[in-house]
């Protein structure tokens, strides 16, 4: 178990320190990955109040190594969300301390710890289910009421179920779990995904409910030719594919893609063309012309916050804003390659409605003659209606698809094309 304690600390301290998204390696086993993510998901869902706690077990004076910091942060974790035995845990992380810095490092960890472990149920008893940083939490509240902001803490607390997308109802996975509106099957998410029913068979693919959703806002498209921007690593081409479409599928990532060709492959399903190119670069360059482009536009990702915690402590309004400039020249250089009548279909993983509601209504004030809003509340089920705004756009916070087990952030319209 040292070892796997030593693999995530140094993970976390490299998500941490680097802003970067958590990257597993490879060549872990299956109870170590287990273990490995469900404390770093931990750590990182509860990091405020675990800062809190931390602080409230050290004088003002103190000064932590970022080593011992971290290690702090993960074996306070262990201890008041886990259910390791408390002396393993702080003799684990005593001796990485005292390992990799030095041995007074190393008797401040214990110290700390052992008062965290003495008083341990009151902490539990007055855990509010902190999750945000403090600067998230301002940036959604610009867009977003205390209430609502909450709401979405709440549900991106927990620990998301696995959401496939079937291509052949009768597969056994089915029997698994349950089917949402519209098709997704949700299953308890345990194990190795190539150890589920069928999966070398390729009747299946995993696809968040929220990320199979714009594809399902189509008409027939059986045919069609369909430009995928930002493909990789292939959901919704897939769904694209398996609808009868002629897809191109375009990434800037090589190793994104060389993915997406293995997904398809194994779901059986051939692209019309697969092209490594950065997606600006190659609207302004194409003079091919589509019925359908899709475009899953770069964002700051803030409504994958279930699968990926670390994002609430480091995205700003500075990403936010970053990425919406970026969507906006994609936008526009998406319109001359879209043959008359045909249809840009706009998604983000994204909360911010300045990467969809905003980003979406400024490019319509701006080419009020080239395109219209496609109303999408008809072209949900009933009960899902409550997804679509007064405009017609489908607005998705994860606390919405609370009666389901929650689900992703997104945002999706549908324009044509005049």
Not at 218 to 244: E, F, H, M, W, Y
Not at 257 to 267: F, H, I, K
Request: charge should be positive; aromatic fraction near 8%; glycine fraction near 4%.
């Amino acid at each position: 178990m040292t070892d796997s304690r030593y693999i995530a600390l140094q993970i976390f301290a490299q998500t941490l320190t680097e802003q970067q998204p958590i990257t597993l390696p490879d060549n872990l086993n299956e109870k170590d990955i287990a273990f490995v993510k469900m404390l770093l998901f931990t750590a990182l869902r509860h990091l405020p109040y675990i800062q809190k706690t931390i602080k409230k077990n050290t004088s003002s004076n103190s000064r932590i190594r970022p080593y011992a910091k971290y290690a702090l942060f993960l074996g306070a974790t262990e201890l008041i969300y886990m259910s390791s035995p408390a002396y393993a845990i702080i003799n684990s992380y005593v001796n990485l301390v005292k390992k990799n810095t030095n041995q007074y490092a190393a008797g401040f960890v214990n110290a700390v710890l052992r008062k965290i472990e003495l008083t341990k149920n009151i902490i539990i008893a007055e855990d509010s289910g902190e999750f945000f940083s403090d600067n998230f939490r301002s940036m959604l509240r610009k867009s977003y009421s205390a209430q609502t902001v909450a709401s979405i803490e709440k549900a991106c607390l927990s620990e998301p179920l696995l959401d496939i997308t079937v291509k052949d109802k009768n597969s056994p996975i089915c029997s698994l779990g349950k089917i949402l509106p519209l098709g997704t099957l949700r299953i308890p998410n345990k194990g190795k995904i190539s150890d589920l029913p069928d999966y070398r068979f390729g009747t299946w693919w995993v696809q968040d409910f929220s990320s199979a959703l714009p594809v399902k806002m189509l008409d027939n498209i059986r045919n069609k030719s369909v430009l995928d921007l930002c493909a990789a690593p292939g959901g919704k081409t897939a769904q694209l594919l398996s609808a009868g479409a002629k897809v191109t599928a375009v990434d800037i990532s090589a190793a994104r893609l060389q993915t997406l060709r293995q997904n398809l492959q194994r779901l059986h399903l051939t692209a019309e063309n697969i092209i490594c190119a950065d997606a600006l670069d190659y609207l302004n360059q194409t003079s091919e012309k589509f019925d359908i482009v899709l475009l899953d536009a770069p964002c700051s990702a803030t409504g994958t916050l279930r699968r990926h915690p670390e994002i609430a402590h480091f995205k700003t309004s500075e990403d936010v804003l970053r990425q919406s400039s970026l969507q906006q020249k994609l936008l526009e250089a998406s319109l001359p390659i879209i043959a008359p009548q045909g249809y840009l279909l706009y998604c983000t993983c994204s909360l911010c409605p300045e990467e969809g509601e905003l980003q979406i209504n400024n490019f319509i004030k701006k080419n009020p003659d080239k395109i219209c809003p496609i109303n999408l509340t008809e072209r949900l089920p009933d009960e899902l209606k409550f997804l679509a705004d007064s405009q017609g756009f489908i607005r998705i916070l994860p606390h919405l698809m609370k009666d389901y087990g929650y689900t992703d952030g997104f945002f999706i319209a549908l324009l044509k094309i005049l």
